[in-house]
């Protein structure tokens, strides 16, 4: 089964840090550009950050750029996300995908995305 699984959220007061994963089964994520999208209550889901395959580009919302670091391990089939500087503005759950644009300031989920449960990042004192 080819599926994407996030992990890593959490309860974290404001200006602390989270690592979430996103692991692959079912395929590799070597030939593929991954992002990572949130999604707030009674909001849309928006694109954060993404990493195109190899590792040659990343992007990032301007919302999270400076505090929010992308990155991949091929070998472990996996994609992180280090967030620091937390705030309550980040509160969301945290999902990721397959995108198929990364780069020129945009971040595009591909269409054909499953999404999963995603991970709940709460970010409250």
């Known amino acids: 089964q080819v599926q994407l699984v996030e992990s890593g959220g959490g309860l974290v007061q404001p200006g602390g840090s989270l690592r979430l994963s996103c692991a692959a089964s079912?395929?590799?994520?070597?030939?593929?550009?991954i992002g990572w999208f949130r999604q707030a209550p009674g909001r849309e889901r928006n694109g954060i950050s993404c990493?195109?395959?190899?590792?040659?580009?990343?992007e990032y919302a301007r919302s999270v750029k400076g505090r929010f670091t992308i990155s991949r391990d091929d070998a472990k089939n996996t994609v992180y996300l280090q967030m620091d500087s937390l705030n309550a503005d980040d509160t969301a759950v945290y999902y990721c995908?397959?995108?198929?644009?990364?780069?020129?300031?945009?971040?595009?989920?591909?269409?054909?995305?499953?999404w999963g449960q995603g991970t709940q990042v709460t970010v409250s004192s």
């Open positions: 995908g397959t995108v198929r644009r990364c780069g020129r300031g945009l971040i595009v989920a591909s269409a054909n995305n499953d």
């Open positions: 079912g395929f590799s994520l070597y030939y593929s550009d």
């Open positions: 990493i195109t395959s190899r590792n040659t580009n990343t």
